[in-house]
């Protein structure tokens, strides 16, 4: 096959296809089959997540360079009925920014098999949009929320907005996108003391609370493993008030690894992708609100998926690129290696 261009200007992927099997899915040489397909579909967001990017925002990606909504739904048609792909996560910068994303929801929803559907958000507009989202066709609501205090949240995110995500939650599993789920992301010496406080406003809300360990995606690149709260401190930190059981059912390809709290049946997950990874289980593939195909989050080279279809490719030669990057997918993410590079996108650019 010839080199693929990728969405990193003057990098280039040659995925070595010989030995794939003729296979419909999204296989991979080690074995794993990718049937969830992330995508992002903006880098905007009405935030300023200290960890994530700076005070000023970032340089976002001129609107040509987006994929339209016509566009989106093509290749989400496209791994949907060619591709094996049965779960869509709509992501960001923040989804909810995308006008048309109504519109997207309910064309993935016409699609069959019907894919079941969830969405990240940060909630600050979620109240007056979650009636309408389910409406369209979405299934369920992960939220991110770091903090009960709003002089805190005001630190973090850099906007006084933590009443509009209560809101937001609430207006979400009013309008049945449950489980809602809220992930959070500790620090240390900001936020490390309320572990046990979230998980409990969640228990009473009727929320599940994920925990994630902070990874090297901010776009600063000021990532320090030093500063990261692991999965054992966090279960730790937690045990201190609730007994913790592990969940006695298999994990699979869930991220989250989860534990009964207090006898069940409500449940608290932690995703330790760095000091506890999950890779050989990783059942994802992701697509940038550009048009970059990611094989992993932390992929540092992408295959464009955008050129060849605005050039005029067909359904399956779409399929085909798409193949043959995910035939190619790395056995692992590499943060614990010595020659670990952080990726040059940040979150907001790659989509969570």
Request: with cysteine; hydrophobic share 40%.
């Amino acid at each position: 096959m010839a080199p693929v261009e990728l969405g990193i200007p003057g990098v280039r992927s040659t995925p070595d296809v010989s030995t794939r099997p003729d296979l419909p899915g999204l296989i991979d040489t080690y074995g794993r089959v990718a049937t969830d397909l992330r995508v992002s579909l903006t880098d905007r967001c009405n935030l300023r997540c200290t960890y994530c990017m700076p005070a000023e925002g970032l340089e976002w990606l001129p609107g040509q360079d987006l994929l339209t909504g016509a566009e989106l739904i093509r290749l989400i048609r496209v791994a949907v009925d060619r591709l094996g792909v049965r779960e869509l996560r709509f992501t960001g910068g923040e989804p909810l920014l995308r006008k048309d994303l109504a519109q997207i929801l309910a064309a993935s929803a016409e699609l069959r098999p019907r894919p079941r559907m969830s969405l990240t958000t940060n909630a600050v507009s979620l109240a007056r949009k979650a009636r309408g989202l389910a409406l369209a066709g979405l299934d369920r609501i992960n939220v991110s929320l770091d903090t009960l205090r709003p002089d805190r949240f005001a630190a973090i995110t850099r906007r006084d907005r933590l009443d509009d995500v209560f809101a937001g939650l609430a207006a979400a599993h009013e309008a049945g996108l449950t489980p809602v789920k809220v992930n959070t992301v500790l620090m240390r010496g900001v936020n490390e003391d309320e572990a046990p406080d979230l998980l409990q406003f969640c228990l009473d809300h009727g929320y599940q609370l994920r925990f994630i360990e902070q990874m090297p995606l901010d776009a600063q690149h000021e990532w320090d493993r030093a500063k990261m709260i692991t999965a054992e401190e966090i279960l730790d930190r937690l045990s201190a008030r609730f007994t913790l059981t592990p969940e006695p059912v298999a994990r699979g390809a869930a991220p989250a690894e989860r534990w009964l709290v207090d006898g069940g049946p409500a449940t608290v997950g932690v995703i330790a992708s760095v000091t506890r990874p999950f890779c050989a289980a990783c059942d994802r593939t992701r697509l940038t609100a550009d048009g970059a195909l990611r094989t992993c989050l932390f992929a540092t080279t992408e295959t464009d998926l955008r050129g060849p279809l605005r050039a005029g490719a067909s359904d399956e030669e779409l399929a085909q690129l798409w193949r043959a990057a995910m035939w190619g997918k790395a056995k692992g993410h590499g943060i614990n290696d010595d020659g670990f590079a952080q990726p040059d996108r940040p979150m907001s650019a790659i989509g969570g």
